[in-house]
């Protein structure tokens, strides 16, 4: 294949920002110094449910050196505004989780604001708390409406009953998975001032600038012009960073308009793992009607999620499960009923997968029990029931371009050697000399790119490029690079669309005064969504130029001579569009039917490992991973993406475990939630598949998220094939493993 | 917070009795932890990183004299420690991740007392002794009397770990083993940790076994029952499981945020019944 031209679409060029990085150059929030600044510090609930009596504060500590905020001091509503408003943003009365916001204090000195909250006494009036989906759903106290539901879904294609007449088989199962922790290398930070014309602006590690503008709009009871938000240089999110920040910018600039000094506003790790969200732990039950030939009839689905105190997104996370939960599988009778229940625990959020890792894992799983009980291997299974073009989805969504998932398939298959190896570690197995147990397993998913439904159509986002006087090119979006590469990608596909040399672009600080509003950076639809909003817009700067000097210029010097009559006397001349609805997509949100996603991305994982025989320890051996995106704008980014995800949902399936009792989370420190380092990450084979869709940018489609859907499942098949026990939920610990074998008393 | 930095041995000594409040500060793996949550504040450090003497690892004509600011990393690649006592050497490869075996010395590690101290099977099979000073003088505590409890010992106010002396063994074990079972490949504790050496004689008998095991009770254990079991008698699968039912004599696994009782026990009892059959894990 030729080299792509050096800055391209296609090539694996260097991160734009991966200079500043290295040597330490890149600012991130706690770096920056502000002279005069107050340290925040924020007084949270002790208990998990219940009243508040009173608050006192030690007469005998110097108060006169601090700033409180509490929420008399807000000039606004009290709640973070963001797909509800049931969220405070401190509390005065009613306690719904432990850590909640009460006040905040300010102090020049961070550890004296952290000292004051040790001078403060709070009373309460405990409430038993509601504490888990079972005691939520039983109803005996509500928490929230009738029946404790933030939301419920029902999808229905065919008739369940119907499907279920004929089946040779049903096969049921349950599926449990717990909460996990985003664990980004960078605390939530946020600083806030007030500028001397009254705008309020906020600057932090965030991914979603326009969600923090639209909660401190509210909060402050201020134009939208009057708030501010700036994106810092954010070390990781995945979507820990999604609605969190609008708290703890209202928090740090309610103390910056009390105090009229700017404010810092820090989590150490303890707040951060404490306090903020988590991914939402789930129950998924399957009923699955199959025929003896391994067709699948009818599939009857149940999901509940657990969503902690308040909303969140919780919703919409619920939503994009239930759009997931039949797994890439098409079957004529699906039934599909979930809901998301509030408990008194901190609220649950996003997290990179967004509801599709919960649904995959049960998915993936429950097609490793059909095969099972039908004595047919579950790569077989799923290649005779994988989505292909032309497939009706549980939507009724008719599959009309760039479905990889049988290619993703045969090229995982083939390239981990899966089939040699089931065979091999069979014997390996069955020998008695031999240390470990050996197994493999395989796994298959699909994700949705994008907001789901009519989401896209309402976001109605916006991008822009524009050509300064100066000559210098700019992209203009709101998309946060996270250390995902979003601005890499950026300049990449604004470059290949004007024809110019990626130096010659660079990408604007996500800030709300600077760029227009191109929505959150979420859903896998940077590249996919905004990235073809970028190269739309650098068409229109393109069509100009060739206007105007007959062809775009190659050089600084040419642009900035073109730049003299496009931008007709003005500073720059900016090019912005907003995305169009494509006429062929529908979609109905009463009855959930319709086009859910614009396109799917596929992936495929075979996960290749060994358990200790003597202590039970899951060492992984290799993974092979095939992954259909569309086009790899930067194919050394995308496949880092792919390896960091893998990673993520292997730590996900045999390490991690938040471990809440009464409602907090105990265990919340790196040293005791424990993640996967470099010494338990496995050799990667990440295969790229290019199924190209014809609305995204170059054919690109989603990927950032797809990697944490799929390994955790593989995992557990792997785990599976290697001892013969089957675990139905996460993480498989060496403990469980270890007790499997007592249990079943088999000798080493 | 105070810090005190004495420039050798004596003052260090001399300044401790003078402060016995104070904390010793010998890698500062631990201090750290401690200290980013605020609960050394107002405390006074006995920084001891300027006592030279105390770092370097000699050689005596009994066994090897180990100071007690030597580091994991340098125990790890020191060729006697490798070539007389192996099994410290794959403890310290063991211990946290390399920046932690940089920085953590030998001396704080056992000084902090932790039931999961990952070098104290090894220090405990072969039986070590700790050399302790204070201005009164200077005294040897055999390495299996050194602890009182978790995260307590039995040093006496002002007294300072000098060295570790480890006597070489008269004759090379039959076999030997060094197994860490943590949370996770790096940067974790022990679950359960084993160390073990095995002397056979011509007459395939057990000649002696050592076994401990650390993070299986308060302070780091030998297996003394299982040890008096086998000794003079030769090993089968038989003796093998009636040394394992012995482990809980000298042992009592406990529930934690890191494992189960019932697995420290039955892994522990997996390690050493491979270990006197010989089958597979051990080397």
Same mark, same amino acid.
């Given at each position: ?108 000195? *961070? ?424 190269? *739309? ?198 403990? *469980? ?12 | ?283």
């Amino acid at each position: 294949m030729p080299r792509p031209p050096a800055g391209k679409v296609g090539a694996g060029v260097a991160r734009v920002d991966a200079a500043l990085k290295l040597t330490g150059g890149a600012k991130y929030i706690d770096d920056y110094r502000l002279p005069g600044c107050l340290h925040g510090a924020t007084l949270r609930t002790a208990i998990a449910h219940g009243r508040i009596r009173k608050v006192s504060f030690d007469p005998a500590f110097p108060w006169d050196q601090c700033c409180v905020a509490r929420a008399a001091d807000i000039p606004g509503a009290n709640n973070v505004l963001f797909i509800e408003a049931d969220q405070p943003l401190l509390t005065e009365d009613k306690v719904m989780h432990p850590m909640q916001p009460i006040l905040v204090v300010g102090h020049p000195d *961070r550890a004296q604001a952290y000292e004051a909250l040790k001078h403060i006494t709070v009373e309460y009036e405990e409430e038993e708390p509601v504490l888990t989906i079972a005691e939520s759903l039983a109803g005996k106290k509500l928490l929230r409406g009738e029946d404790n539901v933030f939301k419920k879904f029902l999808i229905e294609k065919g008739s369940v009953e119907e499907g279920f007449a004929p089946a040779d088989r049903v096969v049921e199962g349950e599926y449990r998975v717990p909460h996990q922790e985003q664990a980004y290398i960078e605390n939530h930070g946020i600083a806030a001032w007030v500028e001397k014309d009254g705008t309020i602006t906020a600057h932090g590690s965030l991914q979603c600038p326009y969600y923090v503008h639209k909660a401190l709009v509210k909060i402050f009871a201020r134009p939208p012009e009057q708030i501010r938000v700036i994106n810092a240089v954010t070390g990781g999110a995945f979507g820990g960073k999604e609605d969190y920040p609008s708290l703890i910018a209202g928090h740090a600039a309610l103390l910056a308009l009390k105090s009229g000094r700017p404010v810092k506003l820090i989590y150490d790790r303890h707040e951060d793992m404490a306090a903020t969200t988590k991914r939402h732990p789930a129950v998924v039950r399957h009923r699955t009607a199959v025929s003896r030939d391994g067709r699948l009839l009818a599939q009857d689905l149940v999901i509940i999620m657990d969503g902690g105190a308040f909303a969140t997104c919780s919703g919409v996370v619920l939503s994009r499960g239930t759009l997931h939960a039949t797994g890439p599988y098409e079957c004529p009778n699906v039934r599909v009923r979930s809901s998301v229940v509030a408990t008194n625990t901190p609220p649950n959020g996003a997290f990179r997968g967004f509801g599709v890792p919960q649904a995959i894992f049960a998915a993936e799983l429950q097609m490793e029990r059909i095969a099972a009980a039908l004595g047919l291997d579950s790569v077989e299974l799923r290649r005779r029931n994988a989505w292909k073009v032309g497939t009706v989805t549980s939507t009724g969504q008719v599959l009309k371009e760039s479905v990889g998932a049988l290619k993703c398939l045969e090229l995982c298959v083939q390239k981990s050697g899966y089939t040699r190896k089931r065979k091999e570690y069979a014997a390996w197995n069955r020998s008695k000399g031999k240390p470990t147990w050996r197994g493999i397993g395989f796994a298959l998913c699909h994700h949705g790119a994008g907001f789901t439904g009519s989401g896209e159509v309402m976001l109605a986002s916006r991008a822009a490029v524009s050509l300064a006087k100066d000559g210098r090119i700019k992209v203009l979006a709101a998309a946060t690079d996270l250390g995902q590469g979003a601005a890499t990608v950026f300049t990449q596909i604004a470059a290949q669309a004007l024809g110019l040399p990626a130096a010659l672009v660079e990408v604007e600080v996500p800030d709300t005064a600077l760029v227009p509003n191109s929505g959150p950076t979420v859903a896998s639809r940077t590249t996919m969504v905004i990235g073809r909003l970028i190269e *739309r817009a650098a068409a229109g700067l393109k069509a100009e130029l060739v206007k105007a000097a007959g062809r775009v210029p190659q050089d600084r010097a040419g642009l900035r001579k073109a730049a003299r009559s496009l931008c007709d006397g003005g500073p720059a001349r900016r090019f912005e569009v907003q995305y169009e609805k494509p006429e062929d997509i529908t979609w109905d949100d009463q009855l959930y039917r319709g086009e859910a996603y614009g396109v799917f991305s596929y992936a495929a994982v075979a996960v290749d490992l060994e358990v200790d025989r003597l202590t039970y320890e899951v060492k992984l051996r290799k993974v092979t991973t095939a992954q259909d995106i569309g086009k790899a704008i930067n194919p050394v980014l995308a496949k880092g993406q792919i390896m960091g995800g893998t990673a993520q949902a292997l730590g996900w399936a045999l390490l991690e475990y938040a471990d809440f009792r009464g409602g907090w989370m105990r265990n919340s420190q790196l040293t005791n939630y424990l993640i996967p380092t470099f010494a338990d990450t496995p050799p990667m084979d990440v295969l790229l598949v290019e199924e190209p869709y014809s609305r995204g940018p170059y054919g690109a489609k989603g990927l950032g998220e797809m990697p944490m859907d799929l390994s955790a499942p593989a995992v557990v098949a792997a785990v599976h094939d290697a001892t013969g026990f089957w675990f139905d939920s996460i993480p498989v610990l060496p403990e *469980r493993i270890c007790a499997e074998f007592i249990k079943a008393e088999r000798p080493l | 917070m105070t810090v005190l930095r004495p420039r050798d041995a004596a003052e260090a000594v001399a300044l401790y009795a003078a402060r016995p409040a104070a904390l010793p500060l010998a890698g500062g793996t631990d201090l750290l932890v401690l200290w980013t949550t605020g609960a050394l504040n107002g405390r006074t450090v006995l920084d001891l990183s300027g006592v030279k003497e105390w770092r370097s690892i000699r050689k005596t004509v009994t066994g090897l004299s180990i100071g007690s600011l030597a580091t994991h990393a340098e125990l790890r690649g020191d060729p006697a420690v490798r070539r007389e006592f192996p099994l410290l050497a794959a403890a310290a490869a063991a211990v946290g991740a390399e920046q932690i075996q940089n920085r953590g010395t030998l001396g704080g590690n056992i000084a902090n007392a932790s039931p999961a101290g990952d070098a104290f099977p090894a220090l405990a099979v072969y039986e070590a002794a700790v050399v302790a000073v204070s201005r009164k003088g200077q005294r040897s505590i055999p390495f299996c009397e050194f602890f009182a409890g978790v995260k307590k010992t039995n040093l006496a106010p002002g007294e300072l770990i000098a060295s570790v002396v480890l006597p070489y063994l008269e004759t090379r074990p039959r076999r030997q083993l060094f197994r860490k079972v943590g949370t996770r490949a790096a940067m974790s504790i022990s679950k359960t940790a084993a160390a073990g050496l095995l002397w056979v004689g011509p007459d395939r008998r057990v000649r002696e076994l050592r076994f401990a095991l650390g993070s299986m009770a308060p302070t780091v254990r030998r297996l003394r029952a299982a040890e008096g079991l086998v000794k003079g008698k030769r090993l089968g699968r038989e003796l093998a499981a009636e040394a394992c039912e012995l482990l809980r004599r000298d042992v009592s696994p406990i529930e934690d945020a890191r494992s189960t009782a019932e697995y420290r026990l039955h892994v522990s009892q997996n390690l050493l019944a491979d270990f006197l059959l010989g089958t597979q894990g051990s080397h």
